[in-house]
């Protein structure tokens, strides 16, 4: 964890430096040439995305806070786990979307949250639900929930700018030149944040997936959830896909993967059952997973690690009674 922590902040450092760095070429637009109003300025940015972060994700995903007298069974789970990572019980939510999934968020562990789609309630058995939110709750315990919410606002702070200042900055401009620099040095350090946060988001998910093993649930419940979730996923239509877009960060797998991950998982599952359990693991844990060229691209431009590798990892773990 202490690995997973120090990543975190060395990328919340850079981020804050392309932020800092932002405001200087946006004060310099406006001839403002001021050190202390530049600095309060990127204080400004990050305070806001801490202050606003969630409220966005529960906007965006339409999450309905429960009590336990609404869902006895996923107030247990939760409650049990909590207490086992000994971590203070989280708000327990339901997003109103039909993508099977779920995901947790919050400022800090008094502030965390964990919720579940409606698509992902009929979806999983009573353990490979117990692993999947194992995982979330070890983003909370891990305390990465709030560093990717931080994370995860900046290259759309920098989207936003590289759009206005390249389409319609240059309208006020009479020479352009100057907002255009400022419109392409905007959109250059949204590639390269976005990048920063795609990587810290996978780092993140393997630091989870361990989690939820140290939590006490068995590995090949957790590959089996994975491997559900994404046949789920890829049965669902392109709208469904794009309403969670911007937040897929946040899931424990990517859904727009989906149909090009359950071809590789496919082989996993041996006897055709539609789960993989303790053997077909093992079985894994002895093989070479090789990945092609296409595929370490598409993961170096993806939210989560590729699955076949990720799965190939839990193969490793051993069952925490």
Same mark, same amino acid.
Request: hydrophobic letters at 45%; a positive charge.
């Given at each position: 964890m202490f690995f997973l922590h120090v990543r975190m902040g060395l990328l919340l450092a850079v981020l804050f430096g392309i932020i800092y760095a932002v405001a200087v070429? *946006?004060?310099?637009?406006?001839?403002?040439?001021?050190?202390?109003?530049? #600095?309060?300025?990127? @204080?400004?940015i990050m305070f806001l995305q801490y202050m606003l972060g969630p409220k966005i994700v529960e906007w965006s995903m339409r999450v309905k806070y429960i009590t336990r007298q609404e869902n006895p069974r996923l107030f247990q789970i939760v409650e049990s786990l909590s207490m086992r990572a000994q971590i203070p019980m989280p708000k327990i939510g339901i997003a109103r979307i039909a993508i099977p999934n779920a995901f947790a968020f919050g400022r800090s562990l008094k502030d965390g949250r964990v919720c579940v789609t409606e698509g992902i309630l009929s979806l999983l058995s009573e353990e490979e639900l117990k692993a999947v939110l194992g995982h979330e709750l070890s983003h909370l315990k891990n305390r990465d929930v709030l560093t990717i919410t931080l994370l995860s606002v900046?290259?759309? *702070?920098?989207?936003?700018? &590289?759009?206005?200042? @390249?389409?319609?900055?240059?309208?006020?401009?009479?020479?352009?030149?100057?907002? &255009?620099?400022?419109? @392409?040095a905007a959109f250059l350090f949204y590639f390269i944040t976005?990048? #920063?946060?795609?990587? &810290?988001?996978?780092?993140?998910?393997?630091?989870?997936?361990?989690?939820? *093993?140290?939590?006490?649930?068995?590995?090949?419940a957790l590959a089996s959830s994975l491997y559900k979730l994404a046949y789920g996923s890829a049965r669902m239509n392109k709208e469904s896909l794009k309403e969670v877009e911007g937040l897929k960060a946040f899931f424990i797998n990517d859904p727009s993967k989906a149909l090009r991950e359950i071809k590789d998982l496919s082989q996993l599952d041996l006897?055709?059952?539609?789960? *993989?359990?303790?053997s077909e693991l093992a079985a894994l844990r002895n093989k070479e997973v090789r990945v092609g060229f296409g595929d370490v @691209?598409?993961?170096? #431009?993806?939210t989560h690690p590729n699955m076949l590798k990720r799965i190939k990892k839990l193969s490793e773990y051993k069952y925490a009674v």
């Open positions: 070429m *946006i004060g310099s637009y406006l001839g403002i040439g001021n050190f202390t109003f530049y #600095l309060i300025l990127s @204080l400004g900046v290259p759309m *702070i920098m989207y936003r700018l &590289a759009w206005h200042f @390249l389409f319609f900055g240059r309208r006020r401009d009479s020479q352009g030149g100057n907002t &255009a620099l400022i419109g @392409l976005n990048l #920063l946060v795609l990587y &810290a988001s996978r780092i993140r998910e393997y630091f989870a997936d361990r989690g939820s *093993i140290l939590l006490g649930n068995k590995p090949a006897d055709r059952s539609g789960t *993989i359990d303790t @691209l598409l993961e170096a #431009l993806s």
